[in-house]
């Protein structure tokens, strides 16, 4: 790369960066606006809602096109990074998954463009001024900046270039060839698209070329892709997304971390396995605002793990313990999970949030009970002596951030403020706190970083997202959950039996697939299936992300044992033996939330009535 287009790709991602950091400003400031205008001055902002929604399809859209641009689009798989550079299988198998990401993400930008185009021709308008299209054009841009980039990481010689060229001139002459679309090169493309995905090919691509497939053997539009992810990423709860990540980013950048292990381990410190409990709380806390345990294990590993192993814990179960920790927060609001799995299977947000407190619950004392069981079993482990004005010395410094969840429950219950409003508000709280009263984040170097760092989770949770309802779309038209439905009737009578089968399937669900994925794809098919046998949708839900946290510490391929394997440099072998036990013991938690209704409903239950 020469010094021309070093500058010119330098200006391009200031540019880029800063749409995003705007973006990510009036997602914050709108809500935060619209409160104080209605409490205080009696009125509202026109058209305030409306603009914020629209806001989180932009967001989506370049987050993923940064995330493109380092390439950390999300993948289902590792791909070639266990393989050796520059062998002719790491060469060719990053080449395939590049071509074909770059081809699938053209043809949905060509989609994209189609739907534009139709908004066009018979526009529609968001409010008074501001027709439709304006909102979708950054779709076709955003895809053909990812289908460019794609291309540009996986393809390094002109050959390969000229090459892939041709291979997608190919699909594409193909594509637009509907006798085709009848034959067995449907199949192909589904055998290219598994290839891809065991490369490393991102979700959204597996997922987009999927829907690709299945409408183009259809002979229905593709627009019809572009048109749901539209429809997802534009409805009225999913800004929450985007701000509740935020506010995580702000908390784990800062020095929230550390004072909060201060925190736990002042209170909890001086009985055995005291600092166990703090790891577990602490992860707990941070996973249910960052709404990914990767970023808990990647983030305060460093962290905890030697504190662990410094009080006189055993390495193996430092491993396990911090790896199985960093998924427990899943079930407790405002995690993202639950709001995505709330907007897809159509139940109140707030009756998920509070479905899931004594389940998560329950998961957080069969954790901290076996890290009392280490402590009581070793002679080694170092108990000091609890010290009240330390511990309220530690509280005292970390107030303002232990206060934050009961602000955000405040805001959701409390009636003062909806549910994204409440959202921006806390990502407002948590930036004050952290850039102002404790001064941890720096104006020019850390924020900047906070705002990259949270627009690029966020494309890549909501590329993957809107892309799947296209797929999720096309199962519903071919009556795929019906006819599941009906075959599971047929062969199923017992209820206990499948709530049994379910559980099998989900772990091995959340094993193999991105939990986001897994969303958008599985629970369209199982919400008919829990209604036919008579299980309450916010049990279903829980039963659903429980399942779906354990997947992540199951082998060969749970998510979290290739995270943790690659943040503590330890053979994934060694992190398969280490969280055995934590696995089998959340399974019992697991097993109760599912045939113990009551952990699941009672909340909702007592606050409904």
Request: charged share 10%.
């Amino acid at each position: 790369m020469n010094s021309w287009t070093k500058t010119i790709d330098r200006i391009a991602e200031r540019l880029e960066s800063g749409f995003s950091y705007l973006i990510l400003f009036f997602l914050v400031v709108l809500p935060v606006l619209d409160v104080f205008v209605r409490n205080v001055l009696r009125t509202s902002l026109p058209g305030a809602v409306l603009i914020v929604q629209h806001l989180t399809l932009w967001i989506g859209i370049a987050g993923a096109a940064l995330a493109a641009r380092y390439d950390r689009l999300l993948s289902f798989t590792l791909g070639t990074q266990f393989l050796r550079k520059g062998t002719p299988l790491e060469t060719g198998t990053r080449f395939l998954s590049s071509v074909l990401g770059s081809a699938v993400s053209l043809a949905l930008a060509k989609a994209s463009m189609d739907l534009v185009r139709s908004e066009m021709q018979y526009p529609t308008q968001i409010m008074s001024g501001i027709p439709t299209w304006v909102a979708e054009i950054i779709m076709p841009v955003g895809f053909l900046v990812i289908a460019v980039r794609l291309f540009l990481h996986g393809t390094t010689s002109w050959r390969e270039r000229v090459l892939g060229l041709f291979i997608i001139g190919v699909l594409g002459g193909i594509a637009f060839w509907p006798a085709l679309a009848g034959s067995g090169i449907v199949y192909l493309g589904f055998v290219l698209l598994l290839i891809a995905i065991i490369s490393g090919t991102p979700v959204f691509v597996a997922l987009g070329g999927a829907a690709l497939l299945l409408f183009w053997r259809a002979q229905v539009p593709t627009a019809s892709i572009p048109s749901e992810m539209y429809r997802i990423v534009t409805s009225p709860i999913l800004p929450t997304i985007p701000l509740f990540t935020l506010t995580g980013y702000f908390l784990s950048e800062g020095g929230a971390s550390r004072r909060l292990v201060a925190v736990f381990r002042s209170w909890f410190g001086w009985m055995p396995g005291g600092v166990a409990i703090a790891t577990v709380l602490v992860c707990a806390f941070f996973t249910a605002f960052t709404g990914g345990s990767g970023v808990t294990i990647l983030a305060f590993g460093a962290l905890l793990m030697p504190l662990l192993i410094r009080v006189g814990y055993e390495k193996k179960f430092s491993l396990g313990l911090v790896t199985a920790s960093g998924s427990l927060g899943l079930l407790f609001p405002p995690s993202l999970p639950i709001i995505l799995y709330a907007v897809i299977a159509h139940v109140p947000v707030t009756d998920m949030f509070l479905g899931g407190i004594i389940p998560g619950i329950l998961l957080l004392i069969l954790l901290a009970l076996w890290g009392l069981l280490n402590a009581a079993k070793s002679e080694e482990v170092e108990n000091p002596p609890f010290h009240f004005r330390n511990a309220v010395s530690a509280l005292w410094d970390a107030k303002w951030e232990v206060l934050l969840p009961f602000l955000i429950l405040f805001g959701i219950f409390g009636g003062f403020a909806s549910l994204v409003e409440t959202a921006a508000v806390a990502a407002l709280y948590a930036f004050l706190i952290e850039a102002f009263v404790y001064r941890d984040l720096g104006f020019r170097k850390d924020i900047p970083r906070v705002l990259k760092e949270c627009a690029i989770l966020v494309g890549g949770v909501l590329i993957i997202l809107g892309v799947a309802m296209g797929f999720t779309s096309y199962l519903v038209d071919a009556r795929i959950p019906m006819k599941t439905l009906a075959w599971v009737q047929t062969h199923i009578d017992s209820k206990i039996v499948f709530l049994l089968l379910l559980n099998i399937f989900l772990i091995i669900t959340g094993a193999i697939m991105e939990i986001f994925s897994a969303l958008v794809v599985v629970v369209p098919l199982i919400t008919p299936l829990g209604m036919a046998f008579g299980i309450d949708p916010v049990h279903l839900g829980i039963i659903f992300l429980a399942n779906l946290e354990l997947g992540f510490l199951t082998p060969p391929i749970g998510m979290n044992l290739f995270l943790s394997s690659y943040r503590f440099d330890k053979p994934l072998t060694q992190v398969y033996r280490s969280t055995v036990m934590p696995l089998l013991i959340l399974l019992i938690g697991v097993l109760g939330i599912t045939y113990i209704p009551w952990l699941t409903e009672f909340l909702p239950g007592l606050i409904n009535l």
